[in-house]
Each structure stands twice: as C-alpha cells, then as structure tokens.
T-cell receptor, first 123, second 115 residues
Framework: GAVVSQHPSWVICKSGTSVKIECRSLDFQATTMFWYRQFPKQSLMLMATSNEGSKATYEQGVEKDKFLINHASLTLSTLTVTSAHPEDSSFYIC?????WGSGGEVKSTDTQYFGPGTRLTVL | AQSVAQPEDQVNVAEGNPLTVKCTYSVSGNPYLFWYVQYPNRGLQFLLKYITGDNLVKGSYGFEAEFNKSQTSFHLKKPSALVSDSALYFCAVRAIISGNTPLVFGKGTRLSVIA
C-alpha cells in the first residue's frame, strides 16, 4: 500500500526556536497533502491543506505565519513551526492521497494515507 | 459542513466477544466514509472505507462496517475481538466534492479488549 513518512518522529526544542517537519510520499505522487494536529486523547484537527506549487489553504484559527507550509514537489511537503512555544507542543500528522494526471484531468485515490506522526515538545 | 460523531469515548469488551464501535455522520450529498485505527504514538492506519455499492464493507484484521443511509451511521464491527485490537479508533467522512476535500474525523473511541 501507499506509504507516507515523516521526519523527525520526535523533536524537543527550546521556546523561540523553529522546527521543520518533513512529510514524504514514498511510492506515489501527491499534489495535495494535509497537515493535522492531535492533542492528547483528542481527535485530529485539520490545520491546512498543502498544494504542490501553490500556497497552502489554512483552516480557520490556524496562523499562517506561525505554521509555514511548503509543498515544493509532488512527494514532499514541509511544516515549519516558527518561534515555537510550549503551547505548540503536540502530535503533528500529515497525510496524502495518491494523485495522477494533469491539468483538468487530475484524479486522486479515495483513501487518505497517513504518516507516523511527529511529536513536538517545546520546553 | 461535514461532521462525525462517535458517541462513546471508551468501549470495553471481553476477548472473543463481538464488538461494535459507533459512528454517525452529517454531510451534504453522498459521503465517503472511513475507519482508521491508531496505536500509541503512531499515525493512523486505514481499516476500511465505504464509497458506493454494498452497504456492508469488509476491511483489514477482520473488521467490517455497515453503511446505513437512513440512520446516517457507519458502525464498525468485528465478530470476535482480540486483545491486540485494543487501540484508538477514528471514524472519518469526506463529502464528494473534489479531490482536495480533506477528511473530517470524529473524536475517537478507545477500544479495550480484556483477556
């Protein structure tokens, strides 16, 4: 099946620093990737939709300047948490649907595949 | 707007007994419905999905789910629970709008299977 990887799997950083999380689709192309955030014992909250070659679409209440998303290729999206603070500590999960075609004929799979997640702890 | 409700935070079942994890949804138009499972400190693993066709769908690890349009439900079931099934289960829905429409998740139900 389709595999999505994330790096790093966990990171501890000091308050005020920036952290970059990578999401890669290993055996398929994905023009769209999704970034979710999960607090302990809670559901996944969609943060943003990452579109290859264009700006990400952020959900209401998510700070664009705080959570920078770059989708530079069909297999890589990055989430950078800028000037991290303890309240940014969370489990970040990316996901993707396999896509193919081009122009007006882009198609995607129904199933969304998830990365293993990145646990961020800000001290 | 689309939404998913999982009314039970926790489901406890004895090993070997049948299990049900409930899910109801709200979406405009026809839904795509999914079940995912999450083990501690791990990402989500896909279990099964309903897109169209038979209302009863079978998925990984012996799980199945039944789509009920009139009750807007998509309950997850397994005839005989295993201790290894203990995990956090998420129901998710996506409206059939475009390829970029993301999944919306329920709050999750923690399943505990007792030996």
């Amino acid at each position: 099946g389709a595999v999505v990887s994330q790096h790093p799997s966990w990171v501890i950083c000091k308050s005020g620093t920036s952290v970059k999380i990578e999401c890669r689709s290993l055996d398929f192309q994905a023009t769209t990737m999704f970034w979710y955030r999960q607090f302990p014992k809670q559901s996944l909250m969609l943060m943003a939709t990452s579109n290859e070659g264009s700006k990400a679409t952020y959900e209401q209440g998510v700070e664009k300047d705080k959570f920078l998303i770059n989708h530079a290729s069909l297999t890589l999206s990055t989430l950078t948490v800028t000037s991290a603070h303890p309240e940014d500590s969370s489990f970040y999960i990316c996901s993707a649907r396999a896509t193919w075609g081009s122009g007006g004929e882009v198609k995607s799979t129904d199933t969304q595949y998830f990365g293993p997640g990145t646990r961020l702890t800000v001290l | 707007a689309q939404s998913v409700a999982q009314p039970e935070d926790q489901v406890n079942v004895a090993e070997g007994n049948p299990l049900t994890v409930k899910c109801t949804y709200s979406v405009s138009g026809n839904p795509y419905l999914f079940w995912y499972v999450q083990y501690p400190n791990r990402g989500l693993q896909f279990l099964l999905k309903y897109i169209t066709g038979d209302n009863l769908v079978k998925g990984s690890y012996g799980f199945e789910a039944e789509f009920n349009k009139s009750q807007t439900s998509f309950h997850l079931k397994k005839p005989s629970a295993l201790v290894s099934d203990s995990a956090l289960y998420f129901c998710a829905v996506r409206a059939i709008i475009s390829g970029n429409t993301p999944l919306v998740f329920g709050k999750g139900t923690r399943l505990s299977v007792i030996a």
